[in-house]
């Protein structure tokens, strides 16, 4: 009898153990349909961290995740994070995706042209930052006193490209790095170029982010480069549409009469010169450009028609004013 009762206790651990082995190794049902995505937050108990996986739907079991957890003796070794749980995941995976930190990555696209504001509307999208406290972070004089950035904000300072972010990065470390990528791309030779050329680093990429918004073909940066060098060399307006959209707040869309007379130190129909900064993230091509403006004489430009990218340049007012003509026709054949 006390034979029989060694056997049956060995055979009900072995039972067990074999419920608790396919318990680690099957994936929840959840998961058998995609992936799913869990936020663990940081300095969750690790009781709080099972409550999450198992309300999610990634684990079949508190218990035997908790169970796995300590025989892998690694309590203190999960992290917290946005994690995108694959299709099919055991709880096994679930552990070690968890100690390994491999976080979601969130791909952000700040592409040329494109402002602070757009940035911020961006960043929220992806549920990363609200975008009033990007907006506020990129004024913020303390983070612009850090980063050695001479402007009223960090507009022209981000660098155009596309970017990892993870949930839980603040939004001084995702600014401070696109910062940095364009600390990369102003290289010594660059600098020294724009000294050569009367310009500080500000003023190039004041005047970068003006040719970047202008030129819808990359093809045309150099010739608007070369507009805008000559109409600074006669002291003349710049007369840039953008930078009044970016003084009016109308993020690209049409001005009226009233913004185009707006007093914004911005407005480059009203004042002379440079504005005061940056009026979008300019890229390597307009930066170039400003730097190389084509050897051209030419001092206005227009739209060749409302429906092509291109524009037609002018060196007189005369020439000019037959282009301003012929654009406005092809409006009102639309």
Do not use: C
């Not at 001479?150 to 990065?169: A, I, K, N, W």
């Not at 185009?260 to 504005?275: C, I, K």
């Not at 300019?282 to 429906?307: C, H, Q």
């Amino acid at each position: 009898m006390r034979l029989r009762g060694l056997l049956l206790t060995l055979l009900l651990l072995v039972a067990a153990a074999g419920g608790f082995a396919w318990l680690a190794l099957t994936p929840a049902p959840a998961l058998e349909a995609g992936a799913l995505i869990v936020d663990i937050p940081a300095h969750q108990s690790l009781m709080g961290i099972a409550d999450r996986l198992a309300q999610a739907g990634v684990v079949r079991s508190r218990a035997v995740f908790l169970g796995v957890v300590g025989l892998k003796g690694n309590m203190r070794r999960l992290k917290a994070g946005e994690y995108e749980i694959p299709r099919e995941a055991s709880t096994l995976d679930v552990v070690e995706l968890l100690e390994s930190g491999r976080v979601r990555q969130h791909v952000v696209l700040h592409p040329e042209g494109a402002t602070v504001g757009e940035l911020a509307r961006a960043l929220e999208g992806e549920r990363l930052a609200r975008a009033d406290d990007v907006l506020n972070a990129a004024a913020s004089e303390r983070l612009r006193q850090s980063l050695g950035i001479e402007g009223p904000s960090l507009e022209g300072y981000l660098f155009p490209d596309t970017y990892q972010f993870v949930r839980g990065m603040s939004v001084d470390e995702m600014l401070t790095r696109m910062v940095q990528r364009m600390r990369g791309k102003l290289t010594p030779e660059v600098q020294a170029r724009a000294r050569e050329r009367g310009l500080s680093v500000h003023q190039l990429l004041t005047l970068a982010s003006i040719i970047e918004r202008e030129a819808v073909d990359a093809s045309e940066q150099k010739l608007i480069s070369a507009v805008f060098w000559n109409r600074l060399r006669l002291d003349m307006p710049l007369q840039a549409d953008p930078t009044v959209q970016y003084a009016v707040a109308r993020e690209r869309r049409a001005l009226t009469r009233a913004d185009l007379a707006s007093e914004s130190p911005y407005n480059t129909y009203v004042h002379r010169g440079l504005p005061p900064g940056p009026i979008a993230s300019p890229g390597e091509g307009a930066i170039a450009a400003a730097l190389d403006p084509a050897p051209v004489k030419f001092l206005y430009f227009v739209a060749r028609s409302a429906d092509d990218r291109r524009h037609t340049f002018s060196t007189t007012v005369a020439e000019h004013n037959v282009a301003v003509a012929r654009y406005r026709l092809s409006r009102r054949q639309l």
